[in-house]
């Protein structure tokens, strides 16, 4: 496992979060599965690195569920990468301006989803490590 890094797939389609925990998994990934944005709002979500989040979804959908986290504090600076059958130019505009880091549409190529977790912890880490160097700067 990669030390520390915990990511939550939150999708109602339980094929789908089976493939994407597998290949995760694969890559050495701690990947946890959620089957509803309710479902993940009960978790200890902070200690997740990165979030990969359905549209779709009954109840709450996984627009208002990225809304919340990027409005919460605790929860506002990880990542989070859309995965939706939904195409449309709209849709990935609206993802992204809503914060995500990323956007996939269904259908996804495994090897690609891996790859962009990889590249999205990257930068999350990088933009970390620069924050952290920064406070530590005297004034």
Request: aromatic share 6%; charged share 25%; hydrophobic share 40%.
């Amino acid at each position: 496992m990669i030390a520390g890094t915990k990511i939550l797939i939150v999708d109602d389609e339980q094929e789908i979060c089976e493939i994407l925990k597998y290949n995760l998994q694969l890559e050495g990934y701690d990947a946890e599965i959620v089957y509803s944005a309710t479902e993940a709002l009960a978790l200890d979500l902070p200690n997740y690195s990165l979030i990969i989040l359905d549209i779709m979804m009954d109840e709450i959908n996984g627009f208002e569920l990225a809304r919340q986290l990027k409005t919460n504090p605790a929860t506002k600076y990880i990542p989070i990468i859309f995965c939706s059958a939904l195409s449309g130019e709209d849709e990935h505009i609206m993802g992204l301006n809503i914060g995500a880091d990323d956007y996939i549409t269904q259908p996804f190529r495994t090897r690609e989803v891996v790859a962009r977790v990889k590249s999205v912890l990257r930068r999350a880490r990088m933009t970390q490590e620069l924050s952290s160097q920064l406070q530590q700067q005297p004034i």
